[in-house]
């Protein structure tokens, strides 16, 4: 039986000079990831994913999106750590634990700060980029999809800054929650079980604060996250959309032979 | 030129197997008939369509066996009374008929200030309160609840009229819609004073709150934004499970005074 070709490999020229160690350092590097590589084949995926053909012409308002996703990014990244300090307590622990990152913990207000004007910055950036695919047609043919799960996206974003508003738990959050959830109230027939559901009960109570909580740092988070990998796979799919000011026109022919 | 050749002899192919006439007619429900390999006398689902079936089956029952315990657990509110148990809050000395009391109630208990609202309170005036009187409204008092989307109203004695700070919404001195945007006239609670020889006599018990229409007509509680005239009731359903009529089995004693001890 003849041995698998790894093991047949010759053993390794063994060279006199030392290595220089920057060299050393970038072959081990380069030798984990090629390990990694082997078992796993992620770089054929990865040169899928950002090798793409564009098309001419595109600006700076194609990377809308993607700024979108850093602001994603960056409320997970912060909201994570808040949560390390933050208690979802209707009974005087929620309040105390926010004046407690602003004022007390290393960086807290920054940190929040962050997580509070991020939210802002995000739901202003996702209507522009919904504006540039609007203006730009691209959300035509084949990217309708793309198109709604963008709009899905959209509203989860909107709840996430309606269940996250309550959770300094102030006097501008409690009762600018009651209102949301009244306004949810009056829809007809369904209204006053959304109410419900949305309060845990009918009225605001002891849970309503950690089912805010929880829907706002579990609940939308992993559905706007497996969602937005799905919008990516679109986008490296179907290609990005060429602006609507470019005129098509023939492909230049295929230089087959040339003459010499 | 080959493969202009082989483009060509493609359309000269015979395709054989006859369609069925009938697409969609079934065949023979036994696997002998239909010919399939490894079919046994008297089977009508191949065992690969067996397993395929009760893979998914398992995989649908495990599923469900978290799934639906959770999602019952995230609605299951919708569905579950909360007790409002009925509460002092005064004596009748404290109320007039000419204007209105604040006074702090505790809507859920348990969790602080959170969980209180404000009712004003006045005496009845035969005057003015034409409703039907009975043992619940001796005393009225209305929730603090503005019936727009529930901002907290104030009461402005030079005015005798209920503001909204939000929307702008107002009510008359009997709680109704005098402008605005709001659908209805402010939510009521039961009020009760016990009869002589109760132990809580003397005193002035608010229960639970009650929504009612422009004709002040009672309702079990919606929650603000829920018209309840014409075809509003209908839209709005009530709760699946609302107390209709306080109960007064429960009422807490009024708090001993020091000194007099029996």
Request: hydrophobic share 40%; charged share 15%; net charge positive.
């Amino acid at each position: 039986m003849p041995l698998p070709k790894l093991l047949n490999r010759p053993a390794p020229t063994t060279t006199q000079q030392s290595p220089n160690p920057v060299e050393a350092a970038t072959e081990a590097g380069l030798t984990v990831v090629d390990w990694i590589d082997e078992r796993t084949q992620i770089s054929q995926g990865l040169r899928w994913m950002m090798f793409r053909k564009v098309p001419k012409g595109i600006n700076w308002a194609y990377t809308l999106g993607s700024a979108t996703m850093f602001a994603f990014l960056s409320q997970a990244v912060t909201g994570v750590f808040l949560a390390m300090y933050y208690r979802p307590s209707v009974t005087g622990g929620a309040y105390e634990s926010i004046r407690n990152i602003n004022d007390n913990v290393f960086l807290g207000q920054f940190v929040h700060g962050m997580h509070k004007w991020g939210a802002s910055v995000m739901i202003i950036l996702i209507f522009l980029h919904m504006a540039r695919v609007f203006f730009f047609g691209a959300y035509k043919y084949p990217r309708e999809l793309t198109w709604i799960i963008g709009v899905v996206l959209l509203i989860l974003t909107l709840a996430m800054g309606f269940t996250g508003y309550l959770l300094p738990f102030d006097q501008r959050s409690y009762w600018a929650t009651i209102v949301g959830v009244n306004i949810n109230n009056t829809a007809p027939f369904l209204g006053p079980y959304i109410g419900d559901f949305l309060r845990g009960g009918p009225e605001f109570g002891a849970t309503t604060l950690s089912r805010f909580y929880a829907i706002h740092m579990m609940l939308i988070p992993g559905l706007m996250a497996a969602l937005i990998g799905f919008h990516l796979y679109l986008i490296m799919k179907l290609g990005i959309s060429a602006p609507p000011w470019l005129k098509a026109h023939e492909p230049e022919p295929v230089i087959e032979t040339v003459e010499v | 030129m080959t493969v202009g050749l082989g483009v060509h002899g493609a359309s000269h192919i015979r395709i054989h197997k006859q369609m069925p006439q009938d697409r969609y007619s079934k065949s023979s429900k036994y696997t002998v008939d239909r010919g399939l390999p490894g079919a046994f006398e008297g089977e009508t689902v191949t065992r690969r369509r067996f397993m395929e079936a009760v893979t998914h089956g398992a995989g649908g029952i495990a599923a469900a066996a978290f799934g639906l315990p959770a999602l019952g657990f995230a609605i299951g509110p919708i569905f579950k009374r909360q007790p409002f148990d009925w509460q002092i809050i005064g004596t009748p000395a404290d109320f007039n008929e000419t204007s209105y009391v604040t006074k702090v109630i505790t809507i859920v208990p348990g969790i602080g200030e959170a969980g209180k609202s404000i009712a004003y309170v006045r005496a009845r005036n035969p005057q003015i309160d034409l409703e039907p009187h009975d043992q619940w409204n001796n005393y009225i008092a209305l929730s603090s609840r503005c019936m727009h989307l529930g901002c907290p109203v104030r009461y402005v004695q030079a005015a005798e009229r209920f503001i909204c700070p939000c929307h702008g919404g107002v009510y008359n001195f009997r709680g109704e819609v005098a402008g605005g945007p709001p659908v209805r006239p402010l939510d009521r609670f039961y009020t009760y004073v016990p009869p002589v020889g109760h132990p809580g006599h003397g005193y002035v018990y608010l229960g639970p709150r009650y929504s009612v229409n422009s004709e002040l007509r009672r309702f079990s509680p919606r929650d603000p934004g829920e018209p309840l005239d014409g075809i509003g009731q209908y839209l709005y359903p009530a709760r699946f499970d609302t107390a209709v009529r306080p109960s007064i089995a429960n009422l807490p004693l009024p708090p001993t005074v020091p000194g007099t001890g029996s």
